[in-house]
């Protein structure tokens, strides 16, 4: 599969431009394990086999057992494998998501998935989301010194706004932002114009949202039909050709799911169809 081509983070990570998001591999509302084990462990293979080489997981998922998983399916990892996880979010139930930002909360999520994941040094440590309770130069210092001390190698930040965004290059070298963006939510154009000036990877969460425009008659719709293709597909293709820098995560809990994402991204979509797409939203 081409999944996309490459794009090289921090320069001295290439990954293909298309991986994978393995929230979707616990269980409803992202807690506890998955309805099937067995089926979680044959997608995290099948995704490696697909020739995808970044795989998102963070400690909230679950919480721990998307990263349980993903040692169990894939440890040894081959050598190409980026595993990015995230530290900053915390788990009270199922669907609730608690920011803490706290330096000793992000150390503590290090450490639990340096253990979880069998590694000594996570290849690419996402800061989940800025606490409004915690300064964030503090949560990004934080990243900083686990980076110092060789437990993270690249460090990339999630949910943040242009300002934030600077404010955590001006502390560390931030290597990826994850953001949500889709065909029906691009309010993250400026982040995204600042990771494409500056080479920084974009990470697009929810990145197979299409909204109305999936809806028969829509844009969406008509173009998936004239490839033969998905809407999701189309929602994919639309991403990788949006910019360079793009790098989105689909997620999902089956192998043919799986399969068909990673299919989108030899979908060629004509120039007019992209613009077509970039003016439907
Ligand atoms: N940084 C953040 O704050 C943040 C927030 C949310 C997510 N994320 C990351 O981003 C990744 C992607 O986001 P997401 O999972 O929310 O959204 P998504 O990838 O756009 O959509 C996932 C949903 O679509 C379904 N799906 C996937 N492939 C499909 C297909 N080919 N046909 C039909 N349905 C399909 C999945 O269900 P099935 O399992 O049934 O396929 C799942 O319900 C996550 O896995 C996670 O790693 C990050």
Redo the contacts with the bound molecule.
């Keep these: 599969m081409t999944l996309g081509g490459t794009l090289t983070l921090g320069g001295d990570l290439a990954v293909h431009r298309l991986g994978f998001?393995?929230?979707?591999v616990t269980g409803k509302g992202v807690w506890g394990p998955p309805p099937d084990h067995d089926t979680a462990i044959a997608v995290l293979r099948r995704a490696v086999e697909l020739g995808i080489d970044l795989v998102?997981?963070a400690d909230s998922y679950g919480p721990n057992v998307s990263e349980e998983l993903i040692a169990e399916a894939l440890h040894p990892y081959p050598g190409e494998l980026v595993i990015a996880t995230?530290g900053g979010l915390e788990r009270g139930g199922p669907g609730v998501w608690t920011r803490n930002g706290r330096p000793e909360h992000l150390r503590e999520a290090c450490e639990g998935s340096l253990r979880r994941l069998q590694v000594d040094r996570i290849d690419l440590y996402q800061l989940?989301?800025p606490d409004p309770d915690v300064p964030y130069e503090e949560s990004v210092g934080a990243c900083e010194q686990l980076q110092d001390e060789g437990k993270v190698r690249h460090i990339g930040v999630?949910?943040v706004s242009v300002e934030q965004l600077e404010q955590a290059r001006s502390i560390v070298d931030v290597v990826t932002v994850?953001n949500r963006f889709n065909l029906t939510d691009r309010a993250s154009k400026h982040v995204l114009a600042v990771c494409e000036r500056d080479g920084i990877g974009f990470i697009p969460?929810?990145?197979?949202?299409a909204g109305k425009l999936a809806e028969a008659g829509g844009s969406v719709a008509e173009i998936a039909e004239r490839h033969d293709a998905?809407a999701?597909q189309v929602a994919l293709a639309w991403l990788l050709g949006c910019s360079h820098v793009m790098l989105p995560?689909?997620?999902?809990?089956?192998v043919a799911?799986l399969e068909?994402?990673g299919a989108a991204a030899a979908l060629q979509l004509t120039a007019a169809e992209l613009s077509e797409l970039d003016a439907a939203a």
Excluded: C, V
């Design positions: 998001g393995a929230m979707r998102d997981t995230k989940h989301a999630s949910n994850q969460w929810l990145p197979l949202a998905t999701g995560i689909p997620g999902t809990g089956s799911h068909e994402n």
